[in-house]
C-alpha cells in the first residue's frame, strides 16, 4: 500500500516537509469566488503518522515527515473508497536550514483504484512546482485553495472531477515532476515553457524564508502572494505556495507583469519561456488529421464529439484529448455536417447543409445510426444550419430555405412535428443561424440577414411552434450581424455581433427572459472581442465568446464586465478560433478554423452541467429559468 516520492523545493528537497494525503470532498463546491467552509474541506486519508494539533488549517489531520533527502513514504496507514479523487499536499520544509512555512506543493494522484492502494499504480511521486502548477490548473475548477477541494457529488459531478484531476497527467509527469511536451496519448502539445515558468515563479518563494510582510519590493513571497490573491488583485491573499497556484489559474490575465518578474531571477526549470506572455491560460493543442471541425459538443462522460465538414464525419475524443481509436463515423446521411448536439441519451444529432441531399442525421455514441441510411428528410429541410436540443428530447433546427428561412421542429423518434415546411414568419425567421432553448420551452434564434438596416436580429418562438404576442423579434441595442447564442440559468439569451460594439469589433448582447435589453445600447464589448462568433455558458454564469478574427477567448461575468484582458485569453495556439464548449471538469474548448485543431483550455471556467440539454427541466418553466450554466 505504500506511496513513496520526494518533495522538492526548487530543485533542491525540502526537509521536515509535512505530507498529508487528501481526497476531494463531495458535500460541496469549491472553486473560484466560492469560500471555504466545511462542506467544501479536503478529506484526510491517513489514520497514523503525526497528528497535526497547530490549530491551523490543517489541524487534526495526519501527516507523515520528508527526510534530509526530501523523501517520505505513506505505508499501510491509509484506506482510499474506489473513484475518490485523491492528492498529495506537502507543508513547510527547510533547505539549508533555512525553513519556510508557506512552501506548499501538491501532486495530484487521481482516482483511488478499486482495491483502496495506490502502490501498484503509481509506485513513485516527484513533488515540486511543477507537478503543482499541473495539479492547480487541472482542479481549479473545484480548488477553492489547496485544503478545499470538492464537487457536489451528483453523478455528473463526479464525472468532472474524476476528468480534471486525469488532465494533470498531460501536463507534468507524476513520477518525474517534469513538464510534459507532447501528452501522453501523443496528440497534444503541451506549454513545456509556460508550464516550467509558472513553476519558476513559485520557485522564487519556495526557495526563501517565507517570509510575507512588505513592502512589495522586499520579498518574492509578499510579491507573489499580493500579485495572486483569490481575486487576482483582490480578496483572500494565500496562505501557502500551492493556493497561490490555484489562484493564478482561477485568473490567468492579472498581473502578469509582476508574476512573470518572479521567474526570470535564477529559474530552476527550464525550458522556459523568454519573454512575458499575454496570460497565464494554459492550454493543450489538439491535432487529428482532420480538417475543418465546424461544430462541437460535449457529451455526459466529458467526451468531446466534433463534426467535420470537409471529411463529412463525426468524430469522439476523450476527455483528455485522445482520439477514441477506429472512431470517426461516416455513412448515415452525414454530408457537410455544419452543426452538431448531444441529446439527454448521449446520443448525437448533426445537421447536413448541403443542397441536394440535405438531412439530419441521428446516431449513438456507440456509432450506430438512428436516423436511417439517408438521415431524416423532408420537413422542408433546405440547408440546414444550428440545432439544440429541447428538454423533451427533440431536436430544434434553423432551416435556410429558398424563401430565406425556417425553424424546424424533429421528435425524439425522427418524425416532423413543424410539419411539412416548418415555423416561419416574416420578420421573425429570415437567414438562420445559431439556437438555443430556455426552461420554459422557447427556442431562441440569431438572423444573420434580417432586421432593421439589414444588420440581423434575434427572434424566439414558443415550444407549440407560436410567435409570443407582442414583441418576437429584437434589433438595435448592438445587434449587428449575429452568429451564435446561448441561454443562461435565468433565461436570458446572450449573442454574439460580428460587427458593430466598441471601434467596431463587435459585442455581446444580453436580452432577459421577458424580452428586455440587458446589455445597454451597443451591447457588451472589451475583454479581446474582435469579430465574435461562438458563445457558451459555465456553470458560474460566465459567458465564454471566440474572437474569429483575433485568435483569442474572451470572458465575461454574467453582469457583463470584461474578465479576460483586453487582448483576450491567447494560449494553446488558438488560430482564428470558431466553436466553443464547456466540459463538466471547467475545460473550455475551442476549434480553430485557423489551423483546423482544437484548444483545451485547462481549468479556466467553471465545471458546467453536461450535455447542454440536460440542464433543460423536464417540466417547462414559467420564467425560462433553468440548469443551463450551472454547476453539476
Known sequence: MAITGRVMGAQAPLVGAQVYLLAANTTGYGGAGIAASTSNASVSLLTSGTLDTSGGPTNGFNYVTTDSNGSFSITGDYMCTAGQQVYLYSLGGSQGGVANPVAGLMAALGSCPSGGSFATEIPFVYMNEVSTIAAAYAMAGFATDA???????????????????????????????????????????????????????????????????????????????????????????????????????????????????????????????????????????????????????????????LASWSSKSVSELTSAGAIVTGVSYTGGGLNYPYSIAVDGADDLWVTNATNPG??????????????????????????????????????????????????????????????????????????????????????????????????????????????????????????????????????????????????????????????TILSGTSGYSGGGLQNPYAIAIDGAGNVWVTSSSGGDVSEFTNAGAALSPATGFTGGGLSSPNGVAIDGSGDVWVINRGSS??????????PVVTPICAGLPATATGNGTSGLGTRP
Open 358 to 515: 440535405e438531412s439530419v442525421s441521428e446516431l449513438t455514441s456507440a456509432g450506430s445510426f438512428l436516423s436511417g441510411a439517408n438521415g431524416f428528410t423532408g420537413g422542408g429541410l433546405y440547408l440546414p444550419q444550428g440545432i439544440a436540443i429541447d428538454g423533451a428530447g427533440d431536436a430544434w433546427i434553423t432551416n435556410q430555405t429558398s424563401m430565406m428561412g425556417s425553424i424546424l421542429e424533429i421528435s425524439s423518434m425522427g418524425s416532423y412535428i413543424s410539419g411539412a415546411s416548418g415555423y416561419s414568419g416574416s420578420s421573425e425567421v429570415y437567414y438562420p443561424a445559431g439556437i438555443a432553448v430556455d426552461g420554459s420551452g422557447n427556442v431562441w434564434w440569431v438572423n444573420g440577414g434580417g432586421g432593421t438596416g439589414g444588420v440581423g436580429s434575434v427572434a424566439r418562438l414558443a415550444s407549440s411552434g407560436t410567435f409570443p404576442t407582442g414583441v418576437s423579434t429584437y434589433t438595435g441595442s448592438g445587434i449587428d450581424l449575429p452568429g451564435g447564442v446561448a441561454i443562461d440559468a435565468a433565461g436570458d439569451a446572450w449573442v454574439t455581433n460580428q460587427s458593430g460594439g466598441s471601434g467596431g469589433h463587435g459585442s455581446v448582447t444580453k436580452i432577459s427572459n421577458a424580452g
Open 147 to 305: 485544503l478545499h477541494v470538492s464537487s457536489s457529488g451528483t453523478a455528473l459531478a463526479l464525472v468532472g472531477i474524476s476528468n480534471a484531476f486525469a488532465n494533470a497527467a498531460n501536463l507534468a509527469g507524476i513520477a518525474t515532476g517534469a513538464a510534459l511536451a507532447t501528452t501522453p496519448a501523443g496528440n497534444g502539445t503541451v506549454p513545456q515553457n509556460e508550464i516550467n515558468t509558472l513553476a519558476n515563479i513559485l520557485a522564487s518563494c519556495v526557495n526563501t524564508n517565507g517570509a510575507v510582510t512588505g513592502p512589495a519590493s522586499a520579498t518574492t513571497c509578499y510579491t507573489l502572494f499580493h500579485d495572486a490573491q483569490s481575486g487576482g488583485s483582490s480578496g483572500t491573499v494565500p496562505a501557502d505556495t500551492a493556493t497561490a497556484a490555484i489562484n493564478m489559474a482561477h485568473n490567468p490575465g492579472t498581473n502578469i507583469t509582476g508574476l512573470y518578474g518572479l521567474s526570470t531571477g535564477s529559474p530552476p526549470f527550464a525550458p522556459a519561456l523568454s519573454m512575458q506572455p499575454n496570460d497565464f491560460t494554459v492550454g493543450i493543442g489538439f491535432t487529428y488529421g482532420f480538417a475543418n471541425y465546424p461544430a462541437i459538443a460535449i457529451d455526459a462522460a466529458g467526451d468531446v464529439w
Open 597 to 606: 485543431s482544437l484548444t483545451e483550455l485547462i481549468g479556466v471556467g467553471a
